[in-house]
């Protein structure tokens, strides 16, 4: 008798965990069914969806800390919350000159960058030799810039005046 009970509790205890697992199913399956929210709505998404262009910046080795980057980041950031290009910046290390800024420049083209912007004299002075190098990406030199060359323009480096040059190289 007492095996015919340890045996029968046992398969109430397995009946009443089945009965639990296919409970929690249904209340699911009923749930994903029936929007399960109530009436409520999600919020949209909070990350920004960007376009395929890019706004990229070259700077001294400083980084976006150089007080001449820090009105020109803060303009590429406000001109990609209002075009959604993604920006990006890149500082050089070692020798700060023009000479060494080349490469970056050229990685920066190489990253498919739609517009490379540049401040400090080592990248600044790089961008003669860069926009002949890469007609295809436009460049924005905060400061004075080379002459001559249509893929490349000169703007102040007010957060506002780099803002609206990035928005037009987006554009153009």
């Known amino acids: 008798m007492k095996a015919w009970m340890g045996a029968h509790r046992r ?3 397995v009946l009443g965990g089945g009965l639990v697992v296919v409970g929690v199913v249904v209340a699911v399956v009923v749930s994903a069914v029936s929007g399960g929210g109530g009436g409520r709505t999600l919020p949209p998404p909070r990350a920004r969806v960007y376009t395929a262009q890019q706004a990229c910046l070259l700077t001294g080795e400083r980084g976006i800390a150089d007080p001449a980057a820090v009105p020109v980041w803060a303009g590429m950031q406000d001109a990609s919350a209002r075009t959604h290009a993604k920006v990006t910046y890149l500082a050089m290390a070692g020798e ?4 060494a800024a080349g490469p970056y420049l ?7 960058c739609t517009v490379v912007l540049t401040v400090g004299a080592a990248p600044d002075g790089a ?5 002949k190098r890469f007609p295809g990406t436009r460049f924005v030199v905060v400061g004075a ?3 001559g060359l249509s893929n490349v323009t000169a703007v102040s480096g007010t957060r506002a005046g780099v803002a609206s040059a990035v928005e037009a190289a987006l554009k153009g």
Do not use: C, E, I, W
């Open 106 to 112: 050229s990685t920066l083209a190489a990253r498919q």
């Open 145 to 147: 810039g080379p002459a």
């Open 11 to 13: 398969l109430l205890l």
């Open 127 to 131: 961008v003669a030799a860069a926009g």
């Open 96 to 99: 700060q000159s023009a000479a």
